[in-house]
């Protein structure tokens, strides 16, 4: 498609509905050496590259290459394993008609993968953060666009300080849900955005930096505040009373690119100003943008909810391994019984944009002791538990979901009754029974 096709359909034609309500999941986990619990390097045997390698070898696919490299299998399935920039691996999951089904796709590849990983003499540990390196160690991967979106924080100075950790030493549990049409897109997206603070609250686990506890309940939280805030946090939109397609993408048009890639194949580092002008004017190169570069310039921005074919929400930190299947049972409860999501919108609703952004602010510190506005970020938490249960409830009921999917929401009421958070309870086991060891704590929380 050339640039004088690219009209508003177009850019629209992103954000297609899908015919079903499925639920796709993608879990980052770092990879670490057991004893000191350190990110293993790209190259060596004892390396991601190897395990790639061995992945590749051992359960067929696609190889996905990056400057010459191998960084990625595409499985037969279709799901993907990949590579972040501090060499975390990452399981992109082919999207599943139910919760149930989604986690027991998802266990399975990670137990299998963990095996593979432990014949090259390391570990998986899922996740929010890598607790035991510092940004001045970690080994990066050779992916090219790392370089690119490194120098792009660079340049920001304080507002992107917190990007270069985000790329190599964060790790999540991030769920794709689906939109119906543009009238559910928005109901999903406004409900989603508005909750996801409080989300964010519940699920704080990070907080083990560089081996040590400095107070913090997600350091992943507070690198994300410092990520540049243009492309991060709330859509605005969303919160802005009636809205649709073409709100979100005059939104985005204000965001400018970090790169793109050029007619040989080549990245280039994109004009610092909006993609709009972009669009109207061109690349400095003189090139002209098409279709792949509206669809790449989706792709760098990292909103609580990224909106594209999908809504891919990101802003829980990743919980260990046993409780993983949290975060999907929660955002598939709140988004796909429609009385439900309706409920937790008029919960959340009456919140701006400056009050949620104070929020996001806050609870990386504080987790359920944030306040939202004037309310108890606490109080805000159960009610969603309580809602998402329903919903959940209502599509067992329905025979959409599996009975089990009730249970995966328990350690958010152990969460909720205790007043401990994820990040409280590892930071207690961190002072007593892990006894302050990196490889106590590898044995404790490897899959």
């Known amino acids: 498609m050339t640039t004088s096709e690219l009209r508003s359909d177009d ?33 060596g045997e004892r390396g991601v590259g190897a395990v790639l390698r061995t992945v590749l070898a051992e359960w067929g696919g696609k190889p996905v290459h990056d400057a010459g490299e ?4 595409r499985l037969d399935d279709e799901g993907l394993i990949g590579l972040e920039h501090g060499g975390q691996l990452e399981y992109s999951a082919p999207p599943a008609a139910d919760v149930v089904t989604a986690v027991a796709d998802v266990r399975r590849v990670l137990e299998r993968l963990a095996e593979v990983v432990g014949r090259h003499g390391l570990a998986l540990v899922p996740g929010a953060h890598m607790p035991f390196d510092r940004i001045e160690t970690i080994p990066w991967v050779p992916l090219d666009r790392g370089r690119f979106m490194r120098d792009h924080f660079a340049r920001l ?38 909750a996801s603070p409080v989300v964010a609250a519940l699920f704080v686990n990070s907080p083990l930096d560089g081996g040590r506890l400095d107070g913090l309940l997600s350091h992943r939280s507070r690198n994300w505040t ?24 005059d939104w985005a048009l204000g965001i400018p690119m970090i790169y793109y890639q050029d007619g040989a194949g080549r990245l280039r580092r994109a004009p610092d100003r909006p993609f709009v002008s972009v669009l109207q004017e061109g690349f400095d190169d003189g090139s002209r943008p098409g279709f792949e570069h509206w669809v790449a310039h989706m792709t760098q921005i990292w909103t ?75 109080e805000l938490a159960a009610e969603l538990v309580r809602l998402a249960r329903t919903g959940l409830q209502a599509r067992v009921g329905a025979g959409l979901e599996g009975a089990e999917a009730l ?14 958070t994820f990040a409280e309870q590892c930071a207690q086991r961190w002072r007593t029974d892990l006894r302050g060891e990196p490889r106590r704590y590898v044995a404790a929380y490897r899959v």
């Open 70 to 73: 191998l960084v990625g299998v």
């Open 157 to 194: 100075g304080v507002a992107g300080d917190g990007g270069p950790e985000i790329l190599s030493m964060s790790t999540s549990t991030q769920v794709h849900l689906d939109y119906l049409s543009e009238e559910d897109f928005a109901e999903k997206l406004r409900m989603q955005v508005a």
């Open 226 to 249: 410092r990520t540049d805030p243009r492309r991060c946090g709330v859509v605005p939109p969303a919160l802005g009373g009636r809205f649709g397609f073409e709100d979100v993408i």
């Open 407 to 420: 249970h995966y929401l328990d350690p958010l009421e152990e969460v909720l009754d205790t007043g401990r």
């Open 11 to 43: 850019l629209k034609s992103l954000f297609t509905p899908a015919s079903a309500e499925r639920v796709g999941l993608e879990i980052e986990s770092g990879v670490v050496d057991p004893e000191t619990g350190r990110a293993a390097p790209f190259a």
């Open 304 to 378: 609580h909810v990224r909106v594209r074919g999908t809504l891919e929400l990101r802003a829980a930190d990743g919980p260990a391994y046993p409780h993983l299947a949290a975060v999907p049972a929660l955002w598939t409860g709140l988004s796909y019984h429609p009385p439900t999501r309706t409920a937790a919108w008029e919960l959340l609703r009456h919140y701006t944009v400056a009050e949620q952004s104070a929020a996001v602010e806050r609870l990386p510190a504080e987790g359920l002791r944030t306040r939202l506005g004037g309310d108890r970020v606490h």
